[in-house]
């Protein structure tokens, strides 16, 4: 942070002294106010619901301009990472800050690929859930549930030590991930090989079964491969503040990053592709658009357009564009051009770009919808959509983590409240009380 030459000064319309208080700047971005001795030198507090103007930390390993539809991992534009990088080489960047060369690729991919297995008994954890568990609430056990297994990764002073964990968290999701599915359908589980990329990996432990080989299909690999690299890290939004949040107590790392997926479960937050692909099969069919977009323009419907517009994205979701054309691929690949859901899907999209109602309402498709669409085409049920995005963002939430564990202004997190609650009264005898 740098500091500004630019002050602030809080004044008060009741005579109280005013305050001066340093700003400062980052590399790009809002300048922000330092407010940390306010209520030392007022008792006073800020009051900022849902954190809508208040950083919580310096970070340098995420930047958004929602204005510009701008979205950086280390200052490099996600539509770059997206075609000229795999999911492990983001992976590298958000963790260490620069892009591996061809040695560190090697070495890290090796380091990655070697711990994907995960604890023998970690299947008798499986046994313990309902076949129809919800796949989120099967992670939230599994992955808090590794602290069990893995002392020797648990000192979150000790620099190696964190190195060691945000690896097996890396490797280890993707398993516990299939076997939650696995699990859910009966199957076996399939142990990962150490020969397949982390995404053809994946795709096989998912698919595969110790009847028949799994074929790799490349375009549907690089296809889940891109998912991952465009969800690996959206700043301090509400999961990655609560894995902060957790973290700056002293919890371990496996433990916090299971906070963080018990977050992302919530529809608001990592919901958002089910909740479209769900609105798709609730229209049913082409025919039925007109009408339900007559429901979304009444205001008294209640019905909403699930999968366009975006909270921090305000003309357009950068990420949306490269999502786009990863569904398409998949689409020919299948063969899939024809079938009904995605013609309803391709139909909608048609027309929310063109119709004047949700253009000036900045409505557009967003990376939710496509991601929806292109992970039902993969063969991955609705369930465990958010599970792929836990997954995806399991290496956002390390780095996250990583850089506040190393920050030394960190402390722990305690946000402050407005009581509005009754003032002292004494408690009356029982026979008193109305």
């Not at 004044?11 to 001795?37: A, C, H, L, N, Q």
Request: hydrophobic share 40%; proline share 5%.
């Amino acid at each position: 942070m740098n500091i500004s030459e630019t002050k602030a000064t809080l004044s008060f319309s009741d005579g109280s002294p005013s305050v001066e208080m340093p700003i400062y700047k980052g590399t790009v971005g809002p300048d922000v106010i330092d407010i940390r001795k306010l209520y030392g030198t007022t008792g006073k507090f800020t009051y900022d619901p849902g954190f809508m103007s208040t950083a919580s930390c310096n970070s340098s390993i995420t930047y958004i301009d929602g204005d510009k539809g701008e979205l950086q991992y280390r200052g490099y534009p996600i539509e770059q990472l997206a075609v000229n990088a795999d999911f492990m080489e983001t992976c590298y960047l958000l963790l260490n800050g620069e892009l591996p060369n061809a040695v560190d690729k090697k070495q890290f991919v090796d380091t990655v690929t070697k711990h994907t297995m995960v604890h023998e008994q970690m299947q008798f954890f499986f046994r313990g859930f309902r076949r129809d568990a919800h796949p989120m609430s099967v992670l939230v056990g599994t992955v808090g549930a590794l602290a069990s297994f893995y002392h020797d990764s648990l000192d979150i002073n000790d620099a190696k030590q964190r190195e060691i964990s945000a690896i097996r968290l890396i490797a280890k999701l993707p398993t516990l991930v299939a076997m939650a599915y696995k699990y859910s359908i009966g199957q076996p589980f399939v142990y990962p090989r150490n020969d397949l990329s982390y995404s053809a990996n994946f795709m096989r432990m998912m698919f595969g079964n110790p009847c028949e080989e799994y074929k790799v299909n490349d375009v549907l690999v690089r296809a889940l491969d891109r998912i991952l690299i465009l969800h690996a890290d959206h700043e301090q939004n509400a999961s990655t503040s609560t894995v902060r949040l957790a973290g700056s107590s002293g919890a371990n790392p496996f433990a916090c990053i299971a906070a963080g997926i018990a977050c992302l479960w919530g529809p608001a937050h990592g919901g958002a592709n089910e909740a479209a692909l769900n609105m798709l099969k609730e229209i049913g069919s082409v025919d039925k658009i007109p009408a339900f977009i007559a429901q979304v323009k009444d205001k008294n419907s209640g019905v909403k357009l699930m999968g366009f517009g975006h909270r921090v994205y305000k003309n357009f979701d950068p990420r949306a564009k490269l999502m786009r054309e990863t569904c398409y691929e998949v689409l020919n690949e299948l063969g899939l051009q024809d079938d009904p859901l995605f013609k309803l899907a391709m139909e909608l999209e048609k027309i929310a770009l063109n119709d004047e109602y949700f253009v000036s309402r900045k409505l557009y498709p967003n990376v939710d919808f496509y991601s929806g669409i292109v992970q039902s085409a993969l063969g991955i049920p609705v369930s465990l959509f958010t599970g792929i995005f836990a997954m995806a963002r399991t290496i956002g939430w390390i780095a996250q983590w990583n850089e506040m564990i190393a920050d030394p202004e960190q402390k722990i997190g305690r946000p402050r409240q407005l009581f509005v609650g009754s003032a002292q009264r004494d408690v009356p005898p029982l026979k008193d009380r109305k």
